[in-house]
């Protein structure tokens, strides 16, 4: 007459099914017994997670498995239990390994669309391709789809725009309106190409009423409290209109870690067709747990991992980061590239310092002109010239223009 132990009774609960074949879990426990090799791994594994789901502590579980069977005498069999679990965290760990070492497979492929579609690029020889990458710039009509236009003019005189298989940083100190040039930036992108914004920050509503702010003009204090005019009513639909013209995807995920940072990129590449990420933020102190949703969080990682999608699949990426600026010996607040880390610097091939001038003026003493005035400084460039680019900022609702008549040599501090 066989014998029914109390942790075999809380199993069949579990499982639904007082006569389930592996109440005794012999098969996860015991790699001796002859229903061991009736389940594969993976199979064992996810008995384990629907018993912990269901709120068993797998400890406790153990414990009680081993007290049975010594009470019935079987030693050899309670000591397995350590074996069997042994051999499936063993397996876990391999498992693991391979998707560390294959960062590029996290993605499932997606009905429709196979990782054929991003095919490994080849060498190319010069002698063979160099008349008609040349005759490509003698056209007149001919289109660079490797750029894309970032909408303010200024900008763009100094390379044509932003490139295909970049990384971009954009660095700046708090309240010098990173995020939100991001917002403008991929707004004007969004109406040329496919655009994706994955967000660690903000909402999906969040983003969408700062959008809203920008193309409408009306600060977002009045769009949260619904303090609106009849003429804010009716740009809030014209701007209904402009917003369905922009192919823009927001992510607003809970990020937990570098891996499914990179999966939610690959993603929107193959669903979507994005052609440029814009993400918030890479961190640029020493505290890496500033940056609150990343767990399994390594900068150097997350900047090589993501400079290489951007060349894997042929996008851009660009990535806002945090610097604190330092006062100079007139006391005037100014970036500096050594303030930027260097695990942020290694991957980018451009760095654009972002400078808020008015930010600092606490006692109303700057020049009138500069109160409006945003300074991209452009101090890392691998596809052009620097420079020192400025725009006109409207600072009740942060958007940004060309001053059309300045684009100056690139200066620094």
Same mark, same amino acid.
């Given at each position: 007459m066989s014998t029914e132990f109390l942790y075999e009774s809380k199993i069949a609960k579990i499982f639904d099914d007082d006569n389930f074949e592996h109440r005794s879990l012999q098969t996860i426990l015991n790699p001796h017994s002859s229903v061991w090799d009736k389940t594969t791994m993976d199979e064992k594994i996810e008995m384990l997670q629907k018993i912990i789901k269901n709120g068993e502590v797998l400890e406790y579980l153990v414990e009680s498995?081993?007290?049975?069977?010594?009470? %019935?005498?079987?030693?050899?069999?309670?000591?397995?239990?350590?074996?069997?679990?042994?051999?499936i965290i063993t397996y876990m760990v391999k498992e693991y390994s391979k998707k560390i070492d294959e960062p590029t497979k996290f993605v499932k492929p997606i009905p429709g669309k196979k990782w054929s579609d991003f095919p490994e690029k080849q060498p190319i020889a010069v002698s063979k391709t160099a008349k008609k990458f040349i005759d490509n710039f003698i056209n007149p009509n001919y289109k660079n789809n490797e750029i894309i236009k970032t909408g303010f003019a200024d900008l763009d005189k100094i390379d044509g725009g932003f490139h295909l298989g970049e990384m971009i940083v954009l660095a700046g100190d708090n309240g010098n309106c990173k995020d939100q040039f991001m917002i403008n930036l991929a707004l004007n992108m969004s109406l040329h190409s496919k655009v994706g914004f994955i967000s660690l920050h903000d909402s999906k509503t969040s983003l969408l009423i700062r959008m809203l702010s920008c193309l409408s003009e009306i600060p977002t204090f009045h769009l949260n409290e619904h303090k609106l005019s009849e003429n804010n009513i009716l740009n809030l639909k014209n701007c209904a209109a402009e917003l369905e013209?922009?192919?823009?995807?927001?992510?607003?995920?809970?990020?937990?870690?570098?891996? %499914?940072?990179?999966?939610?990129?690959?993603?929107?590449?193959?669903?979507?067709?994005?052609?440029?990420? %814009? %993400?918030?933020?890479?961190?640029?102190n020493d505290d890496t747990k500033h940056l609150k949703n990343i767990i399994e969080y390594d900068l150097q990682l997350l900047c090589r991992e993501l400079k290489k999608v951007a060349l894997e699949l042929n996008i851009c990426v660009v990535v806002s980061s945090k610097l604190t600026f330092k006062s100079d010996k007139d006391g005037v607040f100014r970036p500096y590239l050594t303030q930027l880390r260097n695990e942020t610097q290694q991957y980018a091939d451009r760095i654009m310092l972002l400078h808020l001038p008015c930010f600092y003026d606490l006692h109303n003493k700057i020049d009138e002109r500069l109160k409006n005035v945003f300074n991209v400084h452009l101090c890392r460039n691998r596809m052009g010239s620097l420079a020192t680019i400025e725009l006109h900022v409207n600072n009740s609702v942060t958007t940004f223009t060309d001053t059309n008549d300045y684009t100056s040599n690139y200066f620094y501090y």
């Open positions: 498995y081993q007290a049975d069977h010594i009470s %019935f005498r079987n030693e050899e069999v309670a000591k397995s239990s350590i074996s069997g679990l042994c051999e013209k922009r192919e823009l995807i927001i992510n607003d995920n809970y990020i937990h870690s570098t891996s %499914f940072l990179i999966e939610q990129c690959k993603k929107m590449v193959i669903e979507n067709g994005v052609k440029i990420i %814009f %993400f918030e933020s890479l961190t640029s």
